[in-house]
């Protein structure tokens, strides 16, 4: 599905919007409705593609040519969507970037990324941005001449900063061809969608999982996106569920775990929901049982990292197995390589052998690379095959068999463990509300499993029971050697959990 021929003209914003938006059928049907407290706007198809066409002649009108970054700093809003989708109508580059980062972030977003203009607000602009400052008030009013630049397939379509751990965030530059990846993803490999969905995405448009399934995915299948304010309290979810119809709800792990722990999903009315989706991070056996068991409706899994988006998944058309995310979507071409390059790059054996997991640079939905990060690009591709440095194993069923990030297994006595396989044993355990197992190095020789526990309210853990629990459920050698119970655990505002953080607090201590 690649190309890089020059007459494989394609566009993002359009490919979502302009036939829904055109055709007499649908151009009246909801497409995006925000909500933020008791104040609820809805925009048809044809106003959507109009507020995307109107902001991408209004930004060429200041002046700025295709393939310019542009960086949107602006609350979660409907505001933040028009921009980001009018910038890529527009040809140029716009990247996300969370409003909860600092100036000395944001401006290093700016700098990195070269940026030639900045859509905000009034409290989000950046001393010294030398660039153009389009504040959000006049994102309403903006409009130029046409008609739209042509892009090509592969031509930059967005870019994604990756959170980062020990280093400075890196640019991820994808092109517009990626949204052709994702119509693997709204089959039944994963989201089931149809023109008659309406979906719900706890997340923020920030993040390329809201993006992508809150927006672009529902608007590729001509069903209607629904977004809600930040600041939606565990509760909320379940009566906005069942006060809007919703037939897909899209969240990280921690807003299901929250919603089962506070929310009583199961007192609402959620006869609407056919199935709810999840990202972002692994997610626990323990939360997706309880899902099923008290809500009645499957929850289907999908992995992904933020070059390639979500690749593996459970699905109307996957059954689920406990414990795997799934398997590959149909078209993807996906591997397990040795962890070592000097083994190889010939892919393992799919039975059950741990290795690296990669997808074929083929992939539509691969970034076009790092931004000025030669060095990095060069060192995921091995071959043929992209590593975004996840371990894993697929079984002779072809399931994944998710084993952590390289650079988050712990080496212990010998052993190498993952940590998702730990934290998975205990999460179940009476009492837990949250769990994150690391690495714990006491000398330059002994590095301890150790687990940070996040106690239920008026529960009381015992280390004892915990450790009893954990024997019954892993061999010795993966069992914690410390618990610590704290009163919360370091998470992204996207409720990644930060393992690093917690190892470098432990370091300091």
């Not at 199961?266 to 008290?294: T, V």
Request: hydrophobic share 40%.
């Amino acid at each position: 599905m690649t190309s890089n021929t020059p007459n494989d003209v394609y566009n993002l914003a359009a490919a979502c919007l302009e036939q829904h938006a055109t055709d007499p059928s649908s151009a009246h049907r909801t497409a995006f409705t925000f909500i933020a407290g008791d104040d609820v706007q809805s925009w048809t198809y044809a106003e959507v593609w109009t507020q995307v066409q109107r902001i991408a002649r209004g930004l060429l009108a200041q002046g700025l040519t295709s393939g310019e970054r542009v960086l949107i700093r602006l609350p979660h809003s409907p505001q933040y969507a028009f921009a980001f989708f009018g910038a890529n109508a527009a040809g140029l580059v716009p990247i996300p970037a969370s409003p909860q980062l600092t100036s000395e972030e944001a401006r290093f977003l700016a700098t990195d990324s070269e940026a030639s203009a900045l859509i905000t607000n009034a409290t989000g602009q950046l001393e010294g941005f030398t660039g153009r400052v389009l504040l959000e008030d006049e994102l309403a009013r903006i409009d130029g001449p046409g008609p739209l630049p042509v892009t090509n397939a592969e031509d930059p379509a967005y870019m994604l900063y990756t959170s980062g751990t020990t280093a400075r965030p890196k640019g991820v530059l994808h092109a517009q061809r990626v949204l052709r990846a994702r119509e693997w993803m709204r089959g039944n490999a994963w989201q089931g969608l149809t023109s008659q969905d309406v979906t719900l995405h706890a997340g923020a448009l920030n993040w390329s999982y809201t993006l992508g399934v809150g927006l672009m995915d529902p608007w590729c299948a001509g069903a209607h996106a629904i977004l809600v304010a930040s600041g939606t309290t565990p509760a909320q979810w379940p009566q906005l569920i069942a006060q809007h119809g919703v037939t897909v709800f899209v969240a990280v792990p921690t807003v299901y775990r929250q919603m089962l722990k506070y929310g009583r999903p199961e007192d609402a009315n959620l006869e609407s929901l056919r199935h709810g989706l999840c990202a972002g991070e692994a997610l626990p056996n323990s939360i997706a049982s309880e899902w099923e068991q008290r809500v009645g409706v499957p929850l289907y899994e999908s992995l992904g990292m933020t070059e390639i988006s979500t690749y593996i998944s459970s699905g109307p058309g996957v059954p689920t197995h406990e414990g795997s995310p799934g398997r590959p979507q149909p078209g993807r071409r996906v591997a397990i390589l040795p962890e070592d390059p000097a083994d190889g790059d010939a892919p393992l054996p799919e039975d059950g052998t741990p290795g690296l997991l990669a997808i074929h640079r083929s992939d539509p939905g691969l970034m076009l690379g790092y931004w000025h990060r030669p060095a990095e690009q060069d060192a995921a591709m091995r071959g043929e095959w992209f590593t975004g440095g996840d371990r894993a194993a697929i079984d002779g069923d072809g399931y994944v068999w998710f084993h952590g990030r390289a650079d988050d297994v712990i080496k212990s006595f010998g052993y190498r463990l993952s940590p998702v396989e730990i934290e998975d044993a205990l999460a179940g355990y009476p009492g837990v509300a949250d769990i994150a197992v690391i690495g714990h190095a006491v000398d330059a020789e002994k590095t301890l499993v150790t687990a940070c526990i996040v106690a239920e309210p008026n529960a009381h853990l015992e280390e004892d029971a915990l450790r009893a629990h954990a024997s019954t459920r892993l061999a010795g050698y993966k069992q914690p050697h410390e618990y610590r119970f704290v009163d919360s655990l370091p998470r992204t505002a996207n409720g990644k959990l930060q393992r690093s953080v917690l190892v470098s607090r432990l370091r300091t201590e």
